[in-house]
């Protein structure tokens, strides 16, 4: 499976989530968004959202606690999967920036094919140390994220009402998409369809790390992750090059959206962060990297 397939069908994947709740809206059958989703007296919420309610109403609900933990269940047993497989926010971000993204990706191969073609004759304290940005070991994306989500709850107790729920991607995305349809079915234009799509770009295009080091959503589902062990990214070194031709490579670090470094833990995202994407896997020269059920 290569890198285009994979992406291919990632983005495929996250249209078809959003496409299915664009139906539900349309025919007015109450699905709601994944903020906020159901099916009849069925209902559940996002995880962030539930601890931003709880802590803003000081009730406890137990039929979102159940979907609480159902949500924190899967995330233990998958990983953070719901952050490259079903989350609107690549596929928009790709939308917007698909040029920046390319750009990356062609300075990524350069690099690898350069380096490739050198011996590897850095130590590797040293080998590590300038893949990362200005030579130093940077700040694990997990404290950044952690800070946000602390802030994210700590808002929402103080002002009694979920207050990131105001700017979050996720929701604005399907908050747009639903003042469209409002737009074309019953001709009402509303302040929405030109405030969101502002705070969206802010977010995704201005703050390119959104969703590595700021988003309190996959900060929350990384905490459950810490403890997933299986579909975890796992180098076999006897195929890797940097282990069997002693050369420098460090292929499957720079295509990593999270810096997750697979075989020396030195990048700035940790195993945790990992959204199960294969990008790793499938940029691999040598295929070396799997994704084994335990």
């Not at 397939?5 to 664009?22: D, H, K, P």
């Not at 596929?91 to 990706?105: H, I, S, T, W, Y």
């Amino acid at each position: 499976m290569n890198s285009n397939r994979t992406r291919m069908l990632r983005m495929a994947a996250m249209a078809v989530v959003a496409i299915t709740i664009v139906i539900g809206a349309v025919r007015n059958d109450g699905t709601g968004s994944l903020s906020v989703f159901g099916a009849g007296n069925i209902t559940a919420i996002c995880p962030l959202g539930y601890l931003e309610t709880l802590l803003a109403g000081r009730e406890f609900i137990p039929p979102l606690f159940i979907s609480f933990l159902i949500i924190a269940g899967l995330t233990v047993l998958l990983g953070r999967v719901f952050c490259g497989w079903v989350c609107p926010v690549p596929l928009v971000r790709k939308l917007l920036v698909n040029k920046l993204d390319e750009g990356r990706q062609v300075i990524a191969d350069k690099t690898v094919s350069d380096a490739s073609a050198q011996p590897f004759f850095e130590d590797r304290e040293t080998a590590n140390a300038s893949c990362s940005p200005k030579g130093f070991r940077a700040k694990k994306n997990s404290a950044s994220g952690l800070v946000i989500l602390g802030i994210t709850l700590g808002s929402s107790a103080i002002c009694g009402f979920p207050v990131f729920c105001l700017i979050c991607p996720i929701g604005l995305v399907f908050a747009t998409l639903f003042a469209l349809i409002r737009l074309l079915h019953f001709n009402e234009p509303t302040l929405d369809l030109i405030v969101f799509p502002i705070v969206i770009i802010i977010e995704l295009v201005f703050l390119k790390r959104w969703c590595s080091k700021l988003c309190p959503v996959g900060a929350l589902l990384s905490l459950f992750s810490r403890f997933n062990r299986s579909l975890v990214p796992t180098v076999e070194r006897s195929f890797c090059l940097e282990e069997s031709r002693n050369t420098k490579c460090q292929r499957c670090r720079s295509v990593c959206s999270f810096d997750v470094d697979l075989k020396n833990g030195r990048g700035t995202g940790d195993i945790s962060d990992c959204t199960k994407c294969r990008e790793c896997a499938d940029n691999c020269p040598v295929q070396a990297i799997r994704f084994p059920w335990r």
